[in-house]
């Protein structure tokens, strides 16, 4: 089995910054595209960012500009840079990882979240 943890979420004044951790453990063989999503009060979960093996990246169009992906592949880690926060950047925000095992076959598992709280 496949663990994703999150990290570093909070409550934290608009303008301000945060950064997101996200380690994946467990039976692994390879990790393709590693992402970031956020789900809001009464909203559907949404795409933030994501960052593919070959470490091409791809931003919702609400955070371009200030949110930054990374990954540390050695560690099999995510990382998700918050910067210029906003009232509306307020969510539960879950890391995503396509996992593959040693059969192969790929499957996307999630972390339990990290809640993000941002105050005007």
């Known amino acids: 089995q496949v663990q994703m943890e999150e990290s570093g979420g909070g409550l934290v004044q608009a303008g301000g910054s945060l950064r997101l951790s996200c380690g994946a453990s467990?039976?692994?063989?390879?990790?393709?595209?590693m992402g970031w999503y956020r789900q809001a009060p009464g909203k559907q979960r949404e795409l933030v960012a994501r960052?593919?093996?070959?470490?091409?990246?791809n931003y919702a169009d609400s955070v371009k500009g200030r949110f930054t992906i990374s990954r540390d592949y050695a560690k099999n880690m995510v990382y998700l840079q918050m910067n210029s926060l906003k009232p509306e950047d307020t969510a539960v925000y879950y890391c995503?990882?396509?996992?593959?095992?040693?059969?192969?076959?790929?499957?996307?598992?999630w972390g339990q979240g990290t809640q993000v709280t941002v105050s005007a």
């Open positions: 960052i593919t093996s070959g470490g091409s990246t």
């Open positions: 995503n990882g396509d996992v593959s095992d040693y059969s192969g076959t790929y499957s996307a598992y």
């Open positions: 467990g039976i692994i063989l390879r990790i393709g595209a």
